[in-house]
């Protein structure tokens, strides 16, 4: 992370409410959504990803922790560890507007690495957007040594295309 002379902490969602994830991402995608309102479906997905979260709190619940910069909440990351261990899977890495470009995202995402390492994965995959909302997130995967492995159609807008990326973590 760059300097900031900040603590940054990863907690987990043991004291939160239902609805503190769907807030976040609302409000980590809401330049997105008020720019493009094609991404508006994508809102009842975060819903869902929240009611499932706090629904199973010591299952999907534990493949999240927040982000709080000196005790405040700026973000997330999850990750999905169920195709181990050949892989695991990166959920969301989000951080809220007014805190990025502060090295958090990555933060959060080596986080999440060293997590995968004590699980013993062989390779982490991630997935971004080609729209330029996601270049941010396309430059940090790289920079914390993913390679971009392929591009596909997106399944729900066919100008845009997903970006697959893959690191390995036996070397």
């Given at each position: 992370m760059k300097d900031t002379g900040m603590?940054?902490?990863?907690?987990?969602?043991?004291n939160e409410a239902p609805g503190t994830i769907t807030a976040l991402l609302r409000t980590s995608y809401a330049d997105l959504l008020e720019r493009d309102p094609a991404w508006e479906s994508e809102q009842a997905g975060w819903d869902e990803y929240?009611?499932?979260i706090f629904l199973y709190r010591d299952t999907v619940g534990a493949c999240l922790f927040l982000t709080r910069l000196n005790g405040q909440t700026v973000g997330f990351g999850s990750w999905d560890p169920?195709?181990?261990?050949?892989?695991?899977i990166v959920g969301h890495n989000c951080i809220l507007p007014r805190f990025r470009g502060k090295g958090l995202g990555c933060q959060q995402l080596r986080e999440i690495l060293r997590r995968?390492?004590?699980?013993r994965m062989k390779v982490v995959k991630v997935s971004t957007c080609d729209h330029p909302f996601f270049i941010p997130a396309q430059r940090m995967?790289?920079?914390?040594?993913?390679?971009?492995?392929?591009?596909?159609?997106?399944?729900?807008?066919?100008?845009?295309?997903?970006i697959e990326y893959e690191k390995d973590l036996e070397t």
């Open positions: 603590e940054v902490e990863f907690a987990a969602i043991t929240d009611r499932q169920r195709p181990g261990p050949e892989y695991g995968f390492q004590l699980l995967y790289v920079a914390v040594g993913f390679r971009e492995v392929r591009r596909i159609p997106s399944t729900w807008n066919p100008n845009l295309k997903m």
